[in-house]
């Protein structure tokens, strides 16, 4: 039976709503009677409060309601991933430890009153030292970070040093014949979603609603209960348009302070954080990370073995977790058939805001260091680097220990890198373009280069449940419910697409309610890690499965026949080798009590599963490198990536562009800077902090590979992060080849490229 | 040369810097811009309102406004035209445009005072969920948005520049929409959203 909307470019099933601007996001949502919110934050890096004096704000009029730390349950923050931040400062623990550490929120009648309450909110404080470089920060005498929390000598203990390791990584080392050791480092990266961040608050007896903009809102809604200490059947969560949605919503501490706000105010709270928060304060950046790296090979460019050491600066607060580290360790994991490798990441604490989860997830960093470093070596051995990169990438067949269990490749879809780097090959014409000395290319002070970087990530890579309820109404409409966030990855036009594929009906008849914690929970944990087509998509296809069955079984009756003779169809139900057909509209008028029909599914990702969901590719740079002005540009990139099979092309393309084009920016363009004086970023808006805008994009090819994983929903992989994780390092390649100078940090701006020419670090 | 909006704008405010004698560091892309400017100021009396008689999407609306009000403010909290998008109030992303006598602006960096007497366009006035205009189709057909925050404005850009060039290259497309940010990185298929929207109409 025929019927394929999977595998077909379909527009959003939202997209009216997007273009003609009656999508609802958080901070267009507003009620009679609404306060607005404010936080009063920190402007110190580490601090000791000595005073807060609310009385002059309190007094002014229009100011409902000013909390500060006792005024907070004072229970550990977040309680997703770790628990030692708190609401707010204050109360026993009075310390703030990073410029943005909240210290006191408002609700007031109208945004003016707010802003100007919180300027007079008083806080006393007494500076204290403080460190913004993770390199010094764990040295004898370096200032306690975390001044008093428990992490003595700014690492965190029970995690760090924290790794993998397979073989025997000094006997590989032994065989080499050429050893390479490089350092690299990778700056903050924040997301710099352009929506200004907020959420609504609002409670109707015993009951809290929060509409924010949360990939995570189950966790949020246990988060909620556990703070206020109600019930989690009490508080429901709403995320409807994210507005953004690069992993940057789960340590907000203004949503528990809104609706503090608005219990205490007895008034619905909309809080609105500035615009630089998306800059400074707001723990959504990317970790900042240094590595060493130790690569032995054989001359014929065989690794025998890799030392990786990592270094991750966590911010002043653990936060987010010891995971991007370990995640970072895998993104080098899962890409080398190397024997013997080990990596150690150290997770440290300064006095920066704590860095969270950013698109790519600790994979981003490593995968610089590990990209630059077997170019760098491929450079050492006098190979192309492509040749490097394809003797030792993992093969479709492998069979390898990652993580301490063996992993059988064949049976997660293969490993596409040896196609990945085959039709990035052909698409740049690397065979007669590329050479040691530069490409093929512009004459004279311009110089060509061709680049390229291996990707390899986890999707989904914790354990993780979803559920999905289908309805086949009696009008023949499919109504789907999820708990699924809409981040703009084409979440909802997936899982409908999966849906009609699995149960026979026309896309245009099935109708998708998502982001809220009233609708089955999927995924559970969030709609993160590239995990929704997956582990949604395996519930959504599950619960299609199920009402087809149930659709079939009332079919027979309606047709006068055996379910084995039915099959589905543009939303019909067909009889084998005849004419006669149902829609489901009949079948479903056909049950007594105009009942609809029901389909339920429930996908459990468990552990066992979670560390197979490979994703691998390549990118493939072409840049110019003007040497007289240092101007990079980029001329062309070529995306090749597996997603297993591709559910919805053009958003796939759309995913892999947009993840280039903001993996782009972190190579070239985006540079975060703070004040080391005053710790106060300087670069707390779009127009200091350069992302790509459309004239920074290069011409673009992205290559789907299609090797089925069979454990998802048609054979499909998570893949919507994964071209940032190669972007930059493919970049940094190109300009070495281009110029010949081997950059170790990035953003590479025009001022480093004449620097290191002057000082004849070119060719 | 070719200057894109972006650049030009950053040009324009470095006049700023340079002109405003004795003020090198009042760059008002800043904050620090900022303070130095309002210190040279006398803080913004809460001015009487203001009455302002604009045509709003084609229909004579009246409204009064201090003078202090943007004309983002007044669109998204005094007339519920929640389209316009906030993003950095600042003049830096181009999530507020709105067509202001057919010509795009930042409606975070215009007071309402201004647009009296003049027509400004919002993207409630391009189309409706029934009636989309032929951009508006053409970016749900090409997927020219992810989350889709910053696309009102990009629709605006991109209709004015329509409407002063219906037949433009793909170079032309890019600097029409320089002044508009998209952070999930849509910007190929913005470009042949426009590109095929003009397409269609000059085929029709």
Same mark, same amino acid.
């Given at each position: 039976? *025929?019927?394929?909307?999977?595998?077909?470019?379909?527009?959003?099933?939202?997209?009216?709503?997007?273009?003609?601007?009656?999508?609802?996001?958080?901070?267009?949502?507003?009620? !009679?009677?609404?306060?607005?919110?404010?936080?009063?934050? *920190?402007?110190?890096?580490?601090?000791?409060?000595?005073?807060?004096?609310?009385?002059?704000?309190?007094?002014?009029?229009?100011?409902?309601?000013?909390?500060?730390?006792?005024?907070?349950?004072?229970?550990?923050?977040?309680?997703?991933?770790?628990?030692?931040?708190?609401?707010?400062?204050?109360?026993?623990?009075?310390?703030?430890?990073?410029?943005?550490?909240?210290?006191?929120?408002?609700?007031?009648?109208?945004?003016?009153?707010?802003?100007?309450?919180?300027? =007079?909110?008083?806080?006393?404080?007494?500076?204290?030292?403080?460190?913004?470089?993770?390199? /010094?920060?764990?040295?004898?005498?370096?200032?306690?970070?975390?001044?008093? =929390?428990?992490?003595?000598?700014?690492?965190?203990?029970?995690?760090?040093?924290?790794?993998?390791?397979?073989?025997?990584?000094?006997?590989?080392?032994?065989?080499?014949?050429?050893?390479?050791?490089?350092?690299?480092?990778?700056?903050?990266?924040?997301?710099?979603?352009?929506?200004?961040?907020?959420?609504?608050?609002?409670?109707?007896?015993?009951?809290?609603?929060? +509409?924010?903009?949360?990939?995570?809102?189950?966790?949020?809604?246990?988060?909620?209960?556990?703070?206020?200490?109600?019930?989690?059947?009490?508080?429901?969560?709403?995320?409807?348009?994210?507005?953004?949605?690069?992993?940057?919503?789960?340590?907000?501490?203004?949503?528990?302070?809104?609706?503090?706000?608005?219990?205490?105010?007895?008034?619905?709270?909309?809080?609105?954080?500035? %615009?630089?928060?998306?800059?400074?304060?707001?723990?959504?950046?990317?970790?900042?990370?240094?590595?060493?790296?130790?690569?032995?090979?054989?001359?014929?460019?065989?690794?025998?073995?890799?030392?990786?050491?990592?270094?991750?600066?966590?911010?002043?607060?653990?936060?987010?977790?010891?995971?991007?580290?370990?995640? &970072?360790?895998?993104?080098?994991?899962?890409?080398?058939?190397?024997?013997?490798?080990?990596?150690?990441? +150290?997770?440290?604490? /300064?006095?920066?805001?704590?860095?969270?989860?950013?698109?790519?997830?600790?994979?981003?960093?490593?995968?610089?260091?590990?990209?630059?470093?077997?170019?760098?070596?491929?450079?050492?051995?006098?190979?192309? !680097?492509?040749?490097?990169?394809?003797?030792?990438?993992?093969? !479709?067949?492998?069979?390898?220990?990652?993580?301490?269990?063996?992993?059988?490749?064949?049976?997660?879809?293969?490993?596409?890198?040896?196609?990945?780097?085959?039709?990035?090959?052909?698409?740049?014409?690397?065979?007669?373009?590329?050479?040691?000395?530069?490409?093929?290319?512009?004459?004279?002070?311009?110089?060509?280069?061709?680049?390229?970087? @291996?990707?390899?990530?986890?999707?989904?890579?914790?354990?993780?449940?979803?559920?999905?309820?289908?309805?086949?109404?009696?009008?023949? %409409?499919?109504?789907?419910?999820?708990?699924?966030?809409?981040?703009?990855?084409?979440?909802?036009?997936?899982?409908?697409?999966?849906?009609?594929?699995?149960?026979?009906?026309? =896309?245009?008849?099935?109708?998708?309610?998502?982001?809220?914690?009233?609708?089955?929970?999927?995924?559970?944990?969030?709609?993160?890690? *590239?995990?929704?087509?997956?582990?949604?998509?395996?519930?959504?296809? @599950?619960?299609?499965?199920?009402?087809?069955?149930?659709?079939?079984?009332?079919?027979?009756?309606?047709?006068?026949?055996?379910?084995?003779?039915?099959?589905?169809?543009?939303?019909?139900?067909?009889?084998?080798?005849?004419?006669?057909?149902?829609?489901?509209?009949?079948?479903?008028?056909?049950?007594?009590?105009?009942?609809?029909?029901?389909?339920?599914?429930?996908?459990?990702?468990?552990?066992? /599963?979670?560390?197979?969901?490979?994703?691998?590719?390549?990118?493939?740079?072409?840049?110019?490198?003007?040497?007289?002005?240092?101007?990079?540009?980029?001329?062309?990139?070529?995306?090749?990536?597996?997603?297993?099979?591709?559910?919805?092309?053009?958003?796939?393309?759309?995913?892999?562009?947009?993840?280039?084009?903001?993996?782009?920016?972190?190579?070239?363009?985006?540079?975060?800077?703070?004040?080391?004086?005053?710790?106060?970023?300087?670069?707390?808006?779009?127009?200091?902090?350069?992302?790509?805008?459309?004239?920074?994009?290069?011409?673009?090819?992205?290559?789907?590979?299609?090797?089925?994983?069979?454990? &998802?929903?048609?054979?499909?992989?998570?893949?919507?992060?994964?071209?940032?994780?190669?972007?930059?390092?493919?970049?940094?390649?190109?300009?070495?080849?281009?110029?010949?100078?081997?950059?170790?940090?990035?953003?590479?701006?025009?001022?480093?490229?004449?620097?290191? =020419?002057?000082?004849?670090?070119?060719? | 040369?070719?200057?894109?909006?972006?650049?030009?704008?950053?040009?324009?405010?470095?006049?700023? $810097?340079?002109?405003?004698?004795?003020?090198?560091?009042?760059?008002?892309?800043?904050?620090?811009?900022?303070?130095?400017?309002?210190?040279?100021?006398?803080? $913004?009396?809460?001015?009487?309102?203001?009455?302002?008689?604009?045509?709003?999407?084609?229909?004579?609306?009246?409204?009064?406004?201090? $003078?202090?009000?943007?004309?983002?403010?007044?669109?998204?909290?005094?007339?519920?035209?929640?389209?316009?998008?906030?993003?950095?109030?600042?003049? #830096?992303?181009?999530?507020?445009?709105?067509?202001?006598?057919?010509?795009?602006?930042?409606?975070?960096?215009?007071?309402?005072?201004?647009?009296?007497?003049?027509?400004?366009?919002?993207? #409630?006035?391009?189309?409706?969920?029934?009636?989309?205009?032929?951009?508006?189709?053409?970016?749900?057909?090409?997927?020219?948005?992810?989350?889709?925050?910053?696309?009102?404005?990009?629709?605006?850009?991109?209709?004015?520049?329509?409407?002063?060039?219906?037949?433009?290259? $793909?170079?032309?497309?890019?600097?029409?929409?320089?002044?508009?940010?998209?952070?999930?990185?849509?910007?190929?298929?913005?470009?042949?959203?426009?590109?095929?929207?003009?397409?269609?109409?000059?085929?029709?």
């Amino acid at each position: 039976m *025929s019927n394929p909307v999977v595998g077909t470019s379909v527009p959003d099933v939202r997209g009216k709503e997007r273009v003609t601007g009656t999508a609802q996001y958080t901070i267009d949502l507003s009620r !009679p009677n609404m306060l607005v919110g404010r936080v009063v934050r *920190s402007t110190y890096p580490n601090a000791k409060i000595l005073s807060i004096d609310t009385s002059k704000a309190e007094s002014l009029p229009g100011v409902k309601a000013v909390i500060t730390g006792k005024d907070v349950p004072e229970i550990p923050f977040p309680p997703f991933l770790s628990y030692d931040m708190r609401v707010l400062a204050g109360a026993s623990d009075s310390y703030v430890r990073f410029v943005g550490d909240e210290v006191a929120a408002i609700a007031a009648e109208t945004e003016e009153i707010a802003d100007a309450a919180a300027k =007079l909110v008083e806080v006393g404080y007494q500076p204290l030292p403080f460190n913004l470089d993770a390199k /010094t920060t764990t040295q004898p005498g370096a200032p306690d970070v975390e001044s008093s =929390l428990g992490y003595p000598g700014n690492v965190q203990l029970g995690y760090s040093p924290l790794g993998m390791a397979r073989g025997d990584v000094d006997a590989g080392f032994a065989q080499a014949d050429v050893v390479f050791e490089g350092e690299y480092q990778v700056p903050p990266q924040p997301a710099a979603s352009l929506r200004p961040f907020s959420c609504l608050a609002e409670w109707d007896g015993p009951n809290l609603t929060v +509409y924010n903009d949360s990939q995570v809102i189950f966790v949020r809604q246990g988060e909620l209960a556990d703070l206020l200490g109600i019930p989690t059947a009490n508080v429901r969560v709403v995320s409807q348009y994210m507005g953004g949605g690069f992993g940057e919503d789960n340590l907000y501490r203004f949503i528990p302070l809104a609706a503090v706000l608005a219990k205490k105010t007895s008034r619905p709270v909309k809080m609105v954080m500035p %615009q630089d928060y998306a800059f400074e304060g707001s723990p959504n950046k990317r970790h900042a990370a240094s590595f060493t790296v130790k690569l032995g090979a054989k001359s014929d460019g065989t690794i025998t073995a890799m030392d990786l050491q990592a270094t991750y600066d966590k911010g002043a607060y653990l936060a987010g977790g010891a995971s991007v580290p370990y995640v &970072g360790a895998r993104a080098v994991f899962n890409g080398y058939r190397v024997p013997n490798m080990r990596y150690t990441t +150290y997770a440290v604490f /300064t006095d920066n805001p704590p860095a969270g989860a950013f698109r790519g997830y600790g994979g981003v960093q490593s995968n610089f260091a590990v990209q630059s470093a077997i170019d760098d070596l491929a450079e050492k051995l006098g190979m192309d !680097p492509t040749d490097v990169q394809y003797l030792n990438c993992i093969r !479709p067949d492998d069979v390898l220990e990652i993580e301490g269990r063996p992993v059988d490749f064949t049976q997660v879809g293969g490993s596409a890198f040896m196609e990945a780097i085959e039709k990035g090959k052909a698409a740049t014409d690397w065979k007669s373009r590329w050479s040691a000395s530069g490409a093929a290319g512009a004459p004279g002070q311009v110089r060509t280069g061709l680049g390229m970087a @291996l990707l390899t990530y986890g999707f989904g890579h914790k354990p993780d449940t979803a559920n999905v309820s289908i309805y086949i109404r009696p009008s023949g %409409q499919v109504d789907v419910m999820t708990g699924t966030a809409d981040l703009g990855g084409g979440q909802p036009t997936t899982i409908s697409m999966i849906v009609a594929e699995e149960l026979g009906a026309r =896309l245009e008849d099935v109708s998708i309610s998502l982001g809220d914690t009233n609708l089955p929970p999927a995924p559970f944990l969030g709609t993160f890690g *590239s995990r929704t087509t997956f582990i949604a998509g395996n519930a959504a296809k @599950l619960a299609a499965a199920d009402a087809r069955q149930k659709l079939l079984a009332a079919a027979a009756g309606v047709l006068g026949t055996t379910q084995d003779q039915l099959g589905t169809s543009g939303s019909q139900v067909l009889v084998n080798g005849s004419d006669q057909s149902a829609t489901f509209s009949e079948v479903v008028r056909s049950l007594p009590g105009g009942a609809s029909i029901e389909g339920a599914g429930e996908y459990v990702h468990t552990a066992q /599963t979670s560390r197979s969901g490979f994703q691998f590719g390549a990118c493939f740079a072409e840049v110019e490198v003007n040497q007289w002005t240092g101007k990079i540009g980029v001329k062309k990139l070529v995306m090749a990536q597996d997603y297993g099979r591709v559910i919805n092309p053009r958003a796939a393309e759309g995913q892999m562009q947009g993840a280039a084009i903001q993996g782009l920016g972190y190579g070239i363009l985006e540079d975060y800077v703070v004040d080391a004086t005053t710790a106060q970023s300087i670069t707390r808006d779009w127009l200091y902090y350069r992302v790509p805008t459309i004239m920074d994009v290069p011409e673009m090819s992205s290559i789907a590979i299609e090797n089925p994983d069979p454990r &998802g929903p048609f054979g499909a992989k998570g893949g919507g992060e994964s071209m940032i994780i190669c972007t930059h390092s493919a970049i940094r390649n190109a300009v070495a080849n281009a110029i010949g100078v081997r950059f170790t940090s990035l953003p590479i701006t025009p001022q480093m490229v004449i620097e290191a =020419l002057k000082a004849g670090g070119g060719r | 040369m070719r200057v894109s909006r972006r650049g030009l704008f950053k040009i324009i405010i470095g006049g700023v $810097a340079t002109t405003a004698a004795g003020v090198t560091a009042l760059v008002l892309g800043t904050k620090q811009g900022r303070a130095a400017f309002e210190s040279l100021v006398p803080a $913004a009396t809460p001015a009487a309102s203001n009455d302002i008689v604009m045509s709003l999407n084609g229909s004579e609306v009246r409204i009064t406004a201090k $003078a202090n009000r943007t004309l983002l403010k007044v669109l998204r909290e005094d007339l519920s035209l929640t389209g316009t998008k906030p993003g950095c109030s600042n003049g #830096e992303c181009g999530s507020c445009t709105v067509l202001l006598d057919g010509m795009p602006i930042y409606s975070c960096q215009r007071l309402a005072v201004e647009v009296d007497g003049h027509q400004v366009t919002t993207i #409630e006035g391009v189309g409706s969920v029934g009636r989309l205009s032929a951009l508006q189709r053409a970016f749900i057909d090409e997927g020219a948005f992810q989350c889709g925050y910053c696309t009102p404005g990009f629709i605006l850009s991109a209709t004015a520049l329509l409407q002063s060039n219906p037949n433009p290259s $793909a170079d032309e497309v890019r600097e029409g929409l320089s002044g508009n940010i998209c952070r999930c990185g849509s910007y190929p298929h913005i470009t042949n959203a426009v590109l095929s929207a003009a397409k269609g109409v000059n085929s029709e």
